[in-house]
């Protein structure tokens, strides 16, 4: 054991010296390397971004909030199971909030209806199009997770009046209105005059599939009667602890089911949907970008791992003599075999800590120029990224190495 | 006129033998090249006692440096036996012989075979780092050892500040570090002037009366008359195996 650890030493020692004795063609081959762990480790930090994006995609659904619908969330492929269902009326919150009040330690706070259709927004000659409009209640202002720029929710009375004031997405709001407050004035959704009273701050977008910034909110009523409500709605419950997500939503379909009036064994007629079941669906396709990302760069990194063995059969074949002498003062094979490992390594791990030090620079720089741009480095990336040095380090040193450990010590000192 | 290169052979001692170290029976050695059979020896039966002072002799391509090899448990032999301090060579894994190597065995080379980043002492510790000598007593044996051949001034000297004389002399200090049963030479003062070659051959003279054994491989008579006792060795045979005179 003794012995290991001093011919360890002495390893890292001639390797170093082998490495600074051969400047040029060491840098040249630890470029490969750092080339690889650049393209590796950016794509880690890619990576990581894109699923922060997800995380934070997601908690804008409010990990707290599960969603009456229809349809379940995710893909359907016994779609005619679903087809028949009865669309979600929104009059149904009502009916469920009495249920949830009448449930003793109810896991459920509220529920809300939210009924949604595209509409055109128009301020003068400002016009943007595809904009989500909700007609909620009052309450909605107790499930909303977001801030606000300016302005306020609308209050009861003018849910219950089905005032035509609305609350305008970031985006809305600087589309139509540019630098000037929106507050008080008055535009037009799908032609219905709506005063704004309210704009929320920016969200972002969800997955970039939708953006929470591109929506209007109205209530109810103003709904109702501006665009009418038999497409149906979704209701949406907020939920009192999250760590008990799963009760609560038993006890949210039992809910419904009574509110529904469903016997017993008869199947949901519903779907409760929550931010997990996206999560589900979207992982598969998260892991797929991943590997593949993963592979491509990882082939930069394999082309790095060809030349440090290239580099080390040069290095074994150059010093055959010193191999040979060393098996005459005793080295065994192990001895031979790690020197030639560590020396291999040692590369890798300097071309590693290089490539490292530049994937946090990059990282910094896009950082600095894009704060939204997704990129992300950890100290796991660190850990992870020597650890995939080392490990090719071996496995493009090993062959070369378990040849020169394998000479015969005489071949090896009539060497020239 | 240049002094003469003959050794002063007046008043030498020769010690009595001590116990038998290489015990070797009718060993021969075959090469393979392509088609072709090499008998680089051919039948060598051979005793080395402790305390020897052998010179092995003979033309080149005469089978010396792979009698060497084979002493020095680099090879084994295609056959016959060899005991190496009544243990069985033939018998042994590879790294029971590099142990052997490490241990009873010193080597010094024609060509030096030093590590060339390698300082002088760092050179002469390598033996005992693969022998797990710690780094403080590894340090101070080496350090011994360099000033015992005379080069305590040149202990952080790389090969390429030496000359050849002190590079050979740094080549013996590794070989003795470890107090081996015996040192292996073969041409010792094959790459050195004569004036070099005669200095380093009293060096072995000075280290066979400290009671080392060494066995010298040369084809120079007036090397080999050093030595105490001379094998010649012809086409991979002794031809004859006696005292030097
Ligand atoms: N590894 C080897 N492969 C093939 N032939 C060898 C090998 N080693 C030595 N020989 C041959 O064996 C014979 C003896 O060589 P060697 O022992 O080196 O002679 P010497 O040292 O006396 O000059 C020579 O003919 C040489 O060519
Ligand atoms: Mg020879």
Redesign the pocket.
């Known amino acids: 054991m003794k012995r290991l650890i001093y011919e360890l030493t002495e390893s890292f020692r001639i390797a170093f010296a082998q490495i600074r004795a051969n400047k040029m063609r060491s840098a040249l081959t630890a470029l490969g390397v750092i080339i690889g762990i650049v393209a590796v480790t950016l794509m880690g930090t890619a990576i990581r971004g894109i699923d922060k994006g997800f995380q934070n995609s997601l908690s804008m659904l409010g990990d707290d909030i599960l969603y009456v619908q229809k349809w379940p969330w995710g893909n359907v492929e016994d779609w005619w199971n679903y087809i028949g269902r009865p669309p979600i009326k929104p009059e149904m919150a009502g009916p469920l909030n009495t249920v949830i009040a009448q449930t003793p330690n109810s896991l459920l706070e509220v529920a809300v209806p939210v009924a949604g259709r595209g509409t055109t927004a128009k301020y003068g000659e400002n016009k943007v199009s595809n904009v989500i409009t909700f007609g909620t209640t009052a309450e909605y202002s107790r499930i909303l997770n977001a801030e606000f720029k300016e302005g306020r929710f609308f209050n009861d009375t003018e849910d219950a009046s089905g005032r035509p004031v609305c609350i305008l997405g970031y985006d809305i709001a600087e589309a139509l209105f540019q630098d000037r407050s929106a507050l008080g004035e008055q535009m037009f959704l799908n032609g219905h005059p709506y005063l704004v009273i309210g704009v929320m701050a920016k969200q972002g977008s969800f997955l970039g599939l939708f953006s929470f910034d591109n929506q209007a909110v109205v209530p109810l009523e103003s709904f109702r009667k501006s665009f009418g409500t038999r497409r149906g709605a979704e209701l949406r419950v907020k939920i009192k602890d999250k760590t008990r997500l799963v009760e609560a939503k038993e006890e949210l379909v039992g809910a419904m089911r009574r509110v529904r009036a469903q016997l017993p064994g008869e199947r949901d007629n519903f779907s409760v949907n929550e931010q997990g079941a996206i999560k589900e669906t979207l992982d598969p396709i998260k892991q797929g970008i991943a590997m593949a990302g993963l592979f491509i760069t990882g082939l930069s990194l394999f082309v790095g791992a060809i030349g440090i063995m290239n580099i080390t059969f040069v290095s074994v074949k150059e010093r055959t003599k010193e191999i040979g002498t060393r098996k005459a003062l005793g080295a065994r094979r192990r001895t031979i075999l790690l020197q030639f490992l560590i020396e291999a390594v040692s590369i890798c791990l300097i071309g590693g800590l290089v490539g490292l030090s530049l994937t946090y620079g990059l990282v910094f720089v896009v950082g600095q120029a894009f704060p939204s741009f997704p990129v992300e480095f950890s100290i796991s990336l660190v850990f992870v990224s020597m650890a995939v040095s080392v490990v090719v380090g071996i496995l493009s040193g090993f062959a070369p190495a378990w040849g020169a450990a394998r000479l015969d010590p005489?071949?090896a000192l009539?060497y020239e | 006129m240049a002094p003469s290169l003959a050794p002063d052979l007046t008043g030498r001692v020769t010690r009595p033998a001590g116990s038998l170290v290489i015990d070797i029976a009718d060993v021969s050695k075959l090469?393979k090249?392509g088609d072709e059979i090499?008998h680089?020896l051919r039948g060598v039966t051979l005793e080395i006692r402790r305390n020897e002072y052998l010179a092995i002799m003979?033309p080149?391509?005469?089978?010396?440096?792979?009698?060497m090899n084979m002493l020095g448990c680099l090879d084994t032999p295609t056959a016959g036996r060899y005991l190496f301090n009544g243990k069985n060579v033939a018998h042994m894994a590879d790294d029971e012989l590099a142990d052997i190597r490490n241990r009873e065995i010193g080597f010094v080379f024609q060509t030096f075979n030093l590590l060339p980043r390698s300082t002088a002492l760092a050179n002469v510790e390598l033996p005992l780092i693969y022998a797990g000598v710690p780094a403080h007593t590894r340090r101070e044996r080496a350090a011994q050892t360099l000033t015992d051949v005379g080069l305590g001034d040149r202990m952080t000297h790389k090969p390429n500040e030496l000359s050849g004389g002190q590079r050979q002399r740094v080549a013996i200090a590794r070989a003795l570090v470890n107090h081996p049963s015996i040192i292996l030479a073969d041409e010792p003062t094959g790459n050195l002037d004569s004036k070099t070659g005669v200095e380093i051959m009293e060096l072995f003279e000075h280290l066979y009366d400290q009671g080392n054994t060494i066995i010298v491989v040369t084809h120079e008579e007036d090397i080999a008359r050093h030595a105490r006792r001379i094998v010649r060795?012809r086409d991979g045979l002794i031809e004859s195996d006696g005292p030097a005179l």
């Open positions: 005489v071949v009539r | 090469y090249m090499i680089a003979g080149s391509g005469s089978g010396k440096s792979t009698l060795l």
